[in-house]
């Protein structure tokens, strides 16, 4: 909990940089408020707009930064990469439904979960199933956006997956929370059920 005198800034740390809109108060963007993000200068990115790409598409979360590489999941079913420092489209992948997660990645690969935000109920007591349509989990190749496997989900691809080790975390909207190995979309261990 925060002390009622101080504000909680995390971009004040001195182990981290971070640019601002102004000197004066973090960015008040999506995600960027108030303490819940941090954004850390990095050299392949400008530090104020210089460019503008049209998707066509709205969005559903923030951006990652792979190198010099801009990683975009856009709710008009596509996954992007632009140039940071130029804005051009490098590639964009076409997944089964929207991507409303942030891309993660290491190395060479990046991880995209997609579905949308439909809602059904399903049998007793009222379990809900977040998700109308296919959904799945990506495996995409950064240099060119082909995908490198892709694992078919109940629910809903949301939210962001996460690294542990070599596995691929992964929670998705039918409430079941699995691991997969990173390298090839395997089953690491099996699915736990998880029903609220």
Do not use: C
């Not at 941090?38 to 049209?54: G, S």
């Not at 993660?104 to 997609?114: D, P, Q, R, S």
């Not at 490198?148 to 070599?166: E, I, N, S």
């Amino acid at each position: 909990m925060q002390h009622p005198n101080r504000t909680f800034a995390p971009y004040r740390d001195p182990a981290v940089s971070a640019f601002h809109s102004d000197r004066q108060n973090g960015w008040k963007q999506f995600r960027l408020g108030g303490g819940l993000n941090v954004v850390v200068e990095n050299p392949n990115v400008p530090a104020e707009p210089q460019w503008r790409v049209e998707t066509g598409g709205t969005y559903s979360s923030s951006p990652s930064v792979a190198g010099d590489a801009l990683l975009f999941a856009n709710n008009d079913s596509h996954v992007y990469a632009i140039g940071a420092g130029t804005g051009k489209v490098r590639w964009r992948t076409l997944a089964a439904n929207e991507v409303m997660t942030q891309p993660i990645y290491e190395g060479k690969t990046a991880f995209v979960g997609a579905g949308n935000s439909g809602s059904t109920f399903w049998g007793a007591p009222f379990y809900k199933l977040i998700g109308a349509g296919p959904s799945e989990l990506l495996s995409l190749d950064l240099r060119d956006g082909n995908i490198l496997w892709r694992v078919q989900l109940p629910g809903t691809g949301m939210p962001t997956p996460a690294f542990v080790g070599p596995v691929l975390i992964h929670g998705n909207g039918a409430g079941i929370v699995f691991g997969v190995n990173r390298a090839d979309g395997s089953y690491r261990w099996e699915p736990i059920f998880i029903l609220t």
